[in-house]
């Protein structure tokens, strides 16, 4: 019997597969992996360094989506916003990779320059040193706490009585569409309003 002419296993088709596990069903293994691959585990330690391997690449995929570009943009506060709409979006895509993602260090070299960028353009500004990693970590919870919120269901509160909870039955009904949105928009400008002050302050 002759050679497939598509390779049965590579690093590319075990990312798809772990993100399909992932977005299905919040997790993977490598034996699942394996398994719809139609392979011996082995096998797929032979393309990746376990599973910690297999999260770098999930990293690196889903990191196509953001556009590094942005932290080009003129000045620091537009491009940070620029940049985390971007991340937002990509991560939005694929929700049950975050807290996956979270269980290990970051090495994949795109997300390595992203921050390598990121600091640059923060010191550039004039941050003091201290202060550049938390400024990039609360965007980070700002970005990724809402990615999570997208996942979430439009309506997220089920009144059975309003007489019994009055205030928030008006305030649900007030909010009209894209609560996540706006709620993602509020959070952001506040962010960057209390970043400003740090500068001017710092």
Do not use: C
Request: aromatic share 4%.
């Amino acid at each position: 019997m002759g050679r497939p002419r598509t390779p049965l296993l590579d690093r590319e088709r075990i990312t798809t597969t772990a993100l399909e596990l992932l977005d299905a069903q919040g997790e993977f293994s490598v034996p699942q992996i394996a398994r719809r691959l139609g392979v011996q585990t082995g096998s797929v330690y032979h393309h990746v360094e376990g599973r910690d391997g297999i999260i770098e690449l999930l990293r690196e995929r889903i990191a196509e989506g953001i556009d590094i570009a942005a932290l080009d943009l003129k000045p620091w506060d537009t491009a940070m916003a620029a940049l985390a709409r971007s991340y937002r979006a990509a991560f939005a895509a694929h929700p049950r990779a975050i807290p996956v993602l979270m269980t290990s260090p970051v090495r994949a070299p795109r997300i390595l320059e992203l921050y390598e960028r990121a600091v640059a353009l923060l010191l550039d500004t004039g941050f003091p040193l201290p202060d550049v990693m938390p400024v990039i970590t609360g965007l980070e919870n700002v970005v990724l706490g809402s990615a999570l919120d997208l996942a979430a269901p439009e309506t997220m509160w089920e009144i059975a009585d309003s007489t019994a909870t009055p205030h928030l039955a008006k305030a649900l009904d007030a909010i009209g569409d894209h609560r996540a949105d706006r709620a993602f928009e509020l959070a952001l400008e506040g962010f960057l309003l209390q970043a400003r002050h740090r500068l001017e302050t710092d």
